[in-house]
């Protein structure tokens, strides 16, 4: 029941969250877009000790990590007053480049402490689902990539 209710005021509250990418950006994604797919000129252990790098001088704190098979997860980072963003990052040898795969996650604060419960970011939901997806975005425009992608996973 409490899940029901959550995902109620997700919705309700879609109209009223403004956008954070420009309306060009935008329209390079397509609707149902839940991925983010970037293409590197550095090889796979480089690019792994770069995004981590970059993400703990962005705030985020990794909560998992394995660097064997290039896998990122972060800790909830507070986004506003009632939304925490995480990422899930998996970066692969692509030719003589590498790529990293990212989603994002978000859950509501709740007042009374009870478990998040967390919702894949998706440009075409609305609301809390696009902005999670934008934000994602936005932190990923400042990597140094040679490719960006913006897909269904």
């Known amino acids: 029941m409490k899940l029901a209710i ?3 005021l ?5 109209s009223c969250m403004p956008h954070l990418l420009s309306k060009e950006t935008r329209q390079l994604i397509p609707k149902d877009a839940n991925k ?3 293409q590197f000129d550095m090889t796979n252990d ?7 790098e970059f993400l703990v001088n962005e705030n985020f704190r990794i909560y998992n990590s394995d660097r064997e098979i290039g896998f990122i997860n972060t800790d909830g980072k ?10 899930n990052i998996v970066t692969t040898k692509n030719g003589s480049h590498s790529q990293l795969n990212c989603i994002s996650e978000f859950a509501l604060i709740s007042a009374d402490d009870q478990k998040e419960i967390w919702f894949q970011g998706n440009m075409d939901l609305g609301g809390h689902f696009t902005l999670c997806y934008e934000t994602m975005v936005m932190l990923l425009q400042k990597l140094p990539s040679t490719e960006i992608r913006y897909v269904k996973s």
Request: charged share 15%; proline share 0%; no cysteine.
């Open 6 to 8: 959550i995902i109620v």
């Open 10 to 14: 997700i919705f309700i509250t879609e």
């Open 36 to 38: 983010v797919i970037m």
């Open 46 to 52: 480089s690019l792994y000790l770069f995004i981590s």
């Open 78 to 87: 507070r986004f506003n007053s009632d939304m925490i963003i995480r990422l």
